[in-house]
């Protein structure tokens, strides 16, 4: 299973994810996102794309926790296994030449938030909660969390989600201008297609200089940014409170963390 689905209708590609019921990132997911990016990057036919969970329950609910255990620890090599490449995946969709829409159809939690903000726009269900609650497992967001949410949101709102680690509705997140609009779930979908065709049918260069004029002020720092952050990530990976945060996850208990 490649654990996603694309077809391309209107000269939009809808590339859905599907790893029912959560749409959890896996690495078999990371892989499979990575080359398909590049195909529609460079395909003539794709003059927009829609990234969507399609009809499971959530958009995605992040990062796929039974990965960790090899992850853990400085054996773990969370860079080399996982880090790495979610990062250079997540920087090729936010990089996409063409314009991009997340058409959030459920929850958006830890990694599949960071997806989401790749996008220029997002379509966020009534019903979606959006969150990074990485630090619940004594970790932090990974992939870009860290410095595109707070772009969107500010510093302050950022550090309300990360630190406190609680989700917000999807009211809250168009207020605080995380998401562009908020819909019913039966038009979410819908709702970004319409969007990102008519976004296929405006001028493909202009499109394209105008998102490139618009990173202008923050594309050098990105870099820099994600190497110190991956080099927290690391440090967190090879401590004790990852390990106690995924057996308090599966276990259903409030975590036992050392506050250290």
């Not at 772009?151 to 989600?161: D, L, N, S, T, W």
């Not at 019913?184 to 049918?201: D, Y």
Request: glycine share 10%; charged share 25%; proline share 5%.
């Amino acid at each position: 299973m490649t654990e996603v689905r694309t077809r391309v209708e209107n000269g939009v590609a809808v590339v859905e994810l599907d790893n029912p019921p959560m749409n959890v990132v896996t690495l078999t997911l990371t892989r499979t996102l990575d080359g398909l990016l590049d195909e529609l990057a460079a395909s003539d036919e794709v003059r927009a794309l829609v990234i969507t969970g399609g009809g499971s329950r959530a958009f995605c609910a992040g990062s796929d926790i039974k990965e960790f255990a090899a992850l853990i620890g400085p054996e773990g090599q969370v860079l080399e296994r996982k880090l790495n490449l979610e990062n250079a995946v997540y920087d090729k969709l936010a990089a996409f030449p063409k314009p991009t829409v997340a058409a959030i159809n459920g929850h958006a939690m830890g990694g599949g938030l960071e997806m989401a903000v790749c996008c220029d726009l997002l379509v966020a269900a009534q019903t979606a909660k959006l969150g990074l609650p990485e630090i619940k497992l004594g970790v932090l967001p990974g992939s870009g969390g860290t410095f595109r949410v707070p772009r969107r949101i500010g510093v302050g709102r950022a550090k309300e989600m990360m630190l406190l680690g609680e989700p917000i509705d999807a009211a809250t997140a168009l207020a605080w201008g995380l998401v562009n609009r908020v819909v019913p779930a039966a038009e979410v979908l819908a709702t970004a297609l319409e969007i990102a065709t008519r976004l296929a049918n405006l001028p493909g260069k202009a499109l394209q200089a105008c998102k490139r004029a618009i990173d202008l002020p923050i594309v050098d720092d990105d870099v820099e940014i994600v190497r110190q952050t991956l080099q927290l990530s690391e440090q967190v990976f090879e401590g004790e409170d990852v390990q106690e945060g995924v057996r308090a996850f599966f276990a259903k208990e409030k975590p036992r963390f050392r506050h250290r």
